[in-house]
C-alpha cells in the first residue's frame, strides 16, 4: 500500500479526547502490521502504538498505556486511535504508518509505508 492518510487532529484541552484515523490505498492491508508514531516539538519521532494485521496483538509505549486505544477495520482500509485523557506532553505531529510483517513491529525504520502526519495540540 502505497498511501496512508491521517486525519482527526486538533486542538483539545488536557482531559479532553481524540480519535484518530488512517485510510489506507490498496487491497493488502489486512496483510501489514499497523502503527502510530509522534514528533512533538524539537523531540525525536517516537513510537506510539502498533497493532497485528488481524487485530488480535497491540502493543503501546508505557506512558499513553490506559489512555490510548489502537484499533483497526480491515474492510474500510482504516486504523484509529483513540486518545483519552490527553495531556500537555501528548502535543505532536502523529502519524500512521504500515509494516509489511504478521509480526508486530515498534521500531520506526521496520515500517515501509508513512502518512503525513496530523497535528495534535493539547492545551491547558
Known sequence: QAQLVESGGGLVQAGGSLR???????????????????????????FVAAITPGGSNTVYRDSVKGRFTISRDNPKNTVYLQMNSLKLEDTAVYYCASANSRVIRTVGALFDYWGQGTQVTVSS
Open 20 to 46: 484518530l484515523s488512517c485510510v489506507a490505498s490498496g487491497s493488502s492491508f489486512s496483510k501489514y502490521t499497523m502503527g502510530w508514531f509522534r514528533q512533538g516539538p524539537g523531540k525525536e519521532r517516537e
